[in-house]
Nanobody
Framework: QVQLVESGGGLVQPGGSLRLSCATSASIFSAANMGWYRQAPGKERELVATMTTSGLTNYADSVKGRFTISRDNTKLTVNLQMNSLNPEDTAVYYC?????????WGLGTQVTVSS
């Protein structure tokens, strides 16, 4: 059973920062293209950032310059550093792994940006 476990969500004030982490197994981490997606209330799930096994990254226009995706090879995590957060970033953030012909999702972590 593939597991993706997100952590790091919470409540933050506008302009603040959060760091999300997605932990998975060694086999998934080494072979899967990983990404972060988010879903706000009443909206469809959308791409936030992705990173291939070779390190190529892709970001949604709305987060470029503010968010950074990275892989930690020692901890087997894919991280999302989020800076300059604003209320429009409020959503449940999901980790996704594309592993060969399969796609796996984590359960999500809530990020709320509010004063």
């Amino acid at each position: 059973q593939v597991q993706l476990v997100e952590s790091g969500g919470g409540l933050v004030q506008p302009g603040g920062s959060l760091r999300l982490s997605c932990a998975t197994s060694a086999s998934i981490f080494s072979a899967a293209n990983m990404g972060w997606y988010r879903q706000a209330p009443g909206k469809e799930r959308e791409l936030v950032a992705t990173m291939t096994t070779s390190g190529l990254t892709n970001y949604a226009d709305s987060v470029k310059g503010r968010f950074t995706i990275s892989r930690d090879n020692t901890k087997l995590t894919v991280n999302l550093q989020m800076n300059s957060l604003n209320p429009e970033d409020t959503a449940v953030y999901y980790c996704k792994a594309d592993y060969y012909f399969e796609t796996y999702w984590g359960l999500g972590t809530q990020v709320t940006v509010s004063s």
